[in-house]
């Protein structure tokens, strides 16, 4: 059973950056899986952030494409979300997550998620 | 971007009834649709995939069903656990934007 685990700050001041790190046991970064981040804000729907291969290929969600960037670091088993020009907006709970690859790319585990609050 | 409407918005059931949820795509998705519960302070759990096949270790209360652009997902007699909210969510353009609905919250009644 794959097990992933968010950890990063809590709090993020408005216009600047939101930084995540997703560690990865069970499974190796490596794998042939796509690596991904979904949101929630507090008391609504899901919304897909992006995804990451190990290759470093991405796919970013267009509207929030301009401001997004993921990275993988195969050394520690864990990838990584940056979100940058951050508003009241962005505030959500932050689940990563393992995808399957090609047919079968659904969200098969999810870590407990962070919550990240935008404030000054 | 393919945009999935879920409904009800909110299911009111007893136990051991039946729970009926729908989710509709703006355009043709196939089979590529899942179905997930989140309960609350949870994240999402992978219930159905490919629109049909249940994922590891779901209950087989749980169906799906569905092709296109309809889709529905079945609880064939609610336990006190189901009670949760429901997302669906589409895999079927490449590459993508993968969607989720709005969700469908199953309370008790």
């Known amino acids: 059973q794959v097990q992933l685990q968010e950890s990063g700050p809590g709090l993020v001041k408005p216009s600047g950056t939101l930084s995540l790190t997703c560690a990865v046991s069970g499974d190796s970064i490596s794998s042939i899986n796509w690596w991904s981040w979904v949101r929630q804000p507090p008391g609504k729907g899901l919304e897909w952030i992006g995804e990451i291969f190990h290759s470093g290929s991405t796919n970013y969600s267009p509207s929030l494409k301009s401001r997004v960037t993921m990275s993988v670091d195969k050394s520690k088993n864990q990838f990584s979300l940056r979100l940058t020009s951050v508003t009241a907006a962005d505030t959500a709970m932050y689940y990563c997550a393992r995808m399957g690859y090609g047919a079968d790319e659904y969200f098969h585990d999810w870590g407990q998620g962070t919550l990240v609050t935008v404030s000054s | 971007e393919i945009v999935l409407t879920q409904s009800p918005a909110t299911l009111s059931l007893s136990p051991g009834e039946r729970a009926t949820l729908s989710c509709r795509a703006s355009?043709?998705?196939?089979?590529?649709l899942a179905w997930y519960q989140q309960k609350p302070g949870q994240a999402p759990r992978l219930l159905i995939y490919?629109?049909?096949k249940r994922a590891t270790g779901i209950p087989g209360r749980f169906s799906g069903s569905g092709s296109g652009t309809d889709f529905t997902l079945t609880i064939s007699s609610l336990e006190p656990e189901d009670f949760a909210v429901y997302y669906c969510q589409q895999r079927s353009n490449w590459p993508p934007p993968l969607t989720f609905g709005g969700g469908t919250k199953v309370e008790i009644k």
């Open positions: 490919d629109a049909s």
């Open positions: 355009q043709s998705v196939s089979i590529y």
